[in-house]
């Protein structure tokens, strides 16, 4: 078996990583080590650096670790915390949703091991003063997980439509008083532009005193809001269903992916594509007799693992999490 003792007792990065052990045991636990030797892994979330860690020190010295991540400040902390590790770990600046050009610049064909994604936020992230990912800090309205992305989050509150804002807070973040907060938030842009996050976590958390809810949220009001800002900025959506497209053509059999995701939206979108490739017929519904002779690019895929009460004790941040893993056929 693998070196899963190492991966238990992994030391902190200044991030608590989600579901450590079983995203890691996921890729390694079902080989020996020796079946491992050579293989192609990918954390293509790098973050605070605790799953890429982990893996390193599951992986013997001859397998091959590369380590993805758009956020250029996260590779850079990456680089010291993941300096000595054996195998060593090939850090590239990108985003996921770029896997396959990634994986071409580096000559690498197949990811023979497997791939990780954790969709979360790391702490680094939402503590920073000038990044603007969370209301719990007084910061610009940034949220941009890569200085290329070309649109902050004020510049979405700021000139999009209400009608695009409405859009926006039901289908990325099911929010339910979409229409009423997007409504303030255009007034309160006609005075003045909305460019701090207390700024704009008060004006979703008056919406909610006023509809009377406002003592009744097991989140803060402003949460939703947040994500969805988040997701739209950043791209989110697009390109995780890019990125899984790219995983039906660059993992080999018996390859795996684990795929933390930490609300809804996010989850769909990964629960209905390996189920929907994993299905043994593709045709449309209503048909008599199957047309298609679709081959499964994936074996059915099980429940999702979520964390354990201990974990969520320790890590709030860790409560929505599911962690959902696809084999390659």
């Known amino acids: 078996m693998s070196r899963l003792p190492d991966v238990l007792d992994a030391p902190a990065v200044g991030h608590a990583s989600v579901l450590l052990a079983p995203a890691v045991q996921a890729l390694v636990a079902h080989q020996p080590p020796t079946s491992l030797a050579h293989q192609v892994f990918v954390d293509a979330t790098v973050g605070g650096g605790g799953h890429t860690l982990a893996l390193s020190q599951a992986l013997p010295p001859s397998a091959r670790l590369i380590g993805l991540d758009q956020d250029p400040e996260a590779i850079e902390r990456a680089r010291s915390v993941l300096a000595d590790t054996h195998p060593p770990v090939t850090l590239v600046t990108g985003n996921f949703g770029q896997l396959g050009a990634h994986l071409d610049a580096l000559g690498v064909e197949y990811i023979t091991g497997g ?5 979360g936020y790391s702490a ?11 209301f719990q800090t007084d910061a610009p ?12 989050a004020a510049d979405i509150l700021n000139t999009w439509p209400e009608a695009d804002l409405v859009a926006l807070f039901k289908t990325m973040a099911d929010e339910r008083l979409a229409r009423p907060i997007a409504r303030v938030i255009g007034r309160q842009r006609a005075v003045a532009p909305i460019e701090s996050t207390t700024e704009l976590a008060k004006l979703v ?6 509809k009377g809810l406002g003592d009744k949220q097991r989140i803060h009001p402003a949460t939703r809001v947040f ?49 929907h490739y994993s299905a043994p017929c593709l045709c449309p519904p209503g048909l008599p007799v199957c047309q298609c002779q679709a081959q499964p690019l994936y074996h059915k895929p099980q429940k999702p693992i979520v964390p354990g009460p201990d974990e969520i004790e320790a890590n709030v941040q860790a409560r929505s999490a599911k962690l959902r893993v696809a084999v390659k056929r």
């Open 227 to 275: 994500q969805a800002l988040r997701m739209a900025v950043n791209d989110e959506i697009p390109m995780l269903k890019t990125c899984l497209e790219h995983l039906n053509d660059r993992l080999a059999p018996g390859a795996r992916a684990a795929i933390i995701t930490f609300h809804s939206v996010e989850d769909r979108v990964v629960k209905q594509h390996f189920r």
């Open 124 to 134: 680094f992230q939402i503590r920073s003063q000038t990044r603007g990912f969370s």
């Open 141 to 152: 309205l940034d949220m941009r997980m890569s200085p290329t992305q070309p649109r902050t």
């Open 115 to 119: 791939i990780l994604l954790d969709l």
């Open 205 to 210: 958390s008056k919406v909610y005193a006023q």
